[in-house]
Structure formats: structure tokens, C-alpha cells
């Protein structure tokens, strides 16, 4: 009887450690892979399932999402400028079953087709392209990866380059660059505005032409902005309109002036005369004789 009970207490521990290790349990983020003698029969999960003990066997395979860093690649550019470039990726298993055969390990293999990819794209890239095309320059490179480890059941959906590091020659000459376009645009903000503030003067300076009392709304309103200051002195200017007419008079008498002829001064002729002909008298006239003195 004991030996009976020590067999059955034997079997029971055995069935309860082969009902143990046939219970596999799987969250909803993985799958199992199950191997039965070595021949893959599928995926399973998630939940509660059961396996055969010794003939099966069962892999998991996690389904989220996983954030790899690329490390910095040193690339030269199209251009021949040398940059050191990292990224970030972003990538999931899609077939777990493919993920488990057709690759040892998809985490570094995906790490590594990631950083030849990067080093490829960059190499064939200009640096204005990488700087300014950024976008452009990481769906190409998603597409490369995820069409590369497609086959290990691997999905790609981000790729971002995260920095670009340039050499610091290069990095004084596109801020002296950015400076001068800087400096161009202010210049022609510049002339464009004194364009038009130009082309607002003459057109107020032709308003002004042609009513004259604006000119003087104008003065006026000029007066009372220099009486808001405070000045001890105020020079008040006299328009030219004020005093339009004035010399406008005055022209007409010079002009009246010029047209009459010029008339002689008899009086000053007929004097020189007389003492013309008084001077040839007195010449001409007989001298007196002496007169003889008396004798002693």
C-alpha cells in the first residue's frame, strides 16, 4: 500500500507539472511562435493555450512598437562636405512568425540596415538638399528600410533625422551668407519704402498744385503742431501766397517803366549851351587900350 501511494503521489506530481509547462499564457502585445519538433506550425495568442510538453515548443515576439537610435554617421556629402548625421527609428513587428526564422536577431538587424541606409542616402544628398529638404530626405530613407526588412516581417512607418552636425569653417560661412542675404532684403525694404513714400509726396505735392488752399490748411496746421511744443522762440514763415499779389503789382510797374522811351534833359543841353557861347564872346571881344598917364 505505501508503495501504491507513493507511485500515485509520484504520477500526480508529474501530471501537475506537465499540465504546468503545457499552460502558456500571452498578453495582447505578443504572440507565440510555437515549434512543434522543430517544424513551425504557427502563432497563437493572446490568451490562455495549451501546448504539447517536450514536442512543443513556444517563442514570444513583442508587437509594440519599438524606438531605436541611430548612432551618428560621419558622411561626406555629394558636395564634398564632410557632416556627421543621427536619427531616430521607429519600427514593429507585423509577422512574428517571419521575425523569428528568417532572422536571428530583427532588433540589431533592423539597427544595422538603418545606419548603412543613412550613411547611403546622406552620401548622395547635396548640403543645401539635406538642409532644406529634410521631409523629402527621411521618407526616402523610410522607404528604403522598411523595403529592406519587409521580408523579416518587420514595418517601418517613422524615419527622422534627428541632427546634422557641420564643421565649424562652414558653419562661420553660411552665418556670414545668412547675414548678407539678411542684409540685402533690409536694403531693398529700405528702397522699396522710400519708393513709395516718394511716390506719396508727389502725389500730395500735386494735390497741393492744384487747390491752392490746401497749402494754406497745411501752414496752418503746421502753426498749431509747432505751438504744442514747447519752445521759447517760434519763427512763423510767411507763405509765398500771402504775398502773391503784392508782387504781382510790383512786377507790373517795373515792366510798365522799361517800355517808356527815354526823353533828354533840355534843361541841362540848353545850359551847356549858353555857357558855350558866352565863353566864344568873351574870347572874340576887342581889348581895351591903356590909358596914357598925365606928365609931371
Known amino acids: 500500500m505505501d508503495v501504491l501511494l507513493g507511485l500515485g503521489i509520484a504520477g500526480g506530481v508529474v501530471a501537475l507539472a506537465a499540465l504546468a509547462s503545457a499552460i502558456r499564457i500571452v498578453q495582447e502585445y505578443e504572440r507565440g511562435v510555437i515549434f512543434r519538433l522543430g517544424r513551425v506550425v504557427g502563432a497563437r495568442g ?16 513583442d508587437l509594440r512598437l519599438i524606438t531605436m537610435d541611430v548612432p551618428a554617421q560621419e558622411v561626406i556629402t555629394k558636395d ?6 543621427n536619427a531616430v527609428l521607429y519600427f514593429r513587428v507585423i509577422d512574428p512568425q517571419a521575425a523569428v526564422v528568417k532572422v536571428l536577431d530583427f532588433i540589431r538587424a ?5 545606419q548603412t541606409s543613412l550613411r547611403n542616402v546622406i552620401g548622395q ?22 523595403a529592406a526588412t519587409e521580408p523579416w516581417g518587420i514595418e517601418v512607418p517613422i524615419v527622422e533625422i534627428k541632427d ?9 560661412a553660411m552665418a ?18 522710400e519708393f513709395q513714400a516718394a511716390e506719396r509726396l508727389a502725389e ?16 496752418l496746421q503746421t502753426l498749431s503742431e509747432i505751438a504744442t511744443e514747447k519752445n521759447s522762440t517760434i519763427v512763423f514763415p510767411v507763405p509765398v501766397d500771402l504775398l502773391s499779389s503784392f508782387l504781382t503789382a510790383l512786377t507790373g510797374r517795373a515792366g510798365a517803366a522799361a517800355e ?10 540848353d545850359s551847356q549851351t549858353e555857357r558855350t557861347t558866352l565863353r566864344d564872346e568873351l574870347r572874340l571881344a576887342p581889348e581895351p587900350e591903356p590909358t596914357p598917364r598925365p606928365g609931371p
Open 46 to 61: 493572446p490568451g490562455l493555450f495549451f501546448i504539447v510538453p517536450i514536442v512543443e515548443r513556444m517563442q514570444k515576439v
Open 125 to 146: 544628398s547635396e548640403l543645401d538638399e539635406l538642409l532644406a529638404e529634410r521631409e523629402r530626405i527621411n521618407q526616402r530613407l523610410r522607404q528604403i528600410i522598411d
Open 204 to 219: 500730395a505735392g500735386r494735390v497741393l498744385a492744384a487747390v491752392p488752399t490746401t497749402m494754406q490748411l497745411r501752414f
Open 80 to 85: 564634398n562636405v564632410t557632416v556627421k548625421v
Open 260 to 269: 517808356r522811351p527815354a526823353t533828354p534833359a533840355p534843361a541841362l543841353a
Open 164 to 172: 546634422i552636425e557641420l564643421p565649424q569653417g562652414m558653419q562661420r
Open 110 to 114: 533592423t539597427s544595422q540596415i538603418a
Open 176 to 193: 556670414r551668407q545668412a547675414e548678407a542675404e539678411r542684409e540685402r532684403r533690409a536694403k531693398i525694404i529700405n528702397a522699396d519704402g
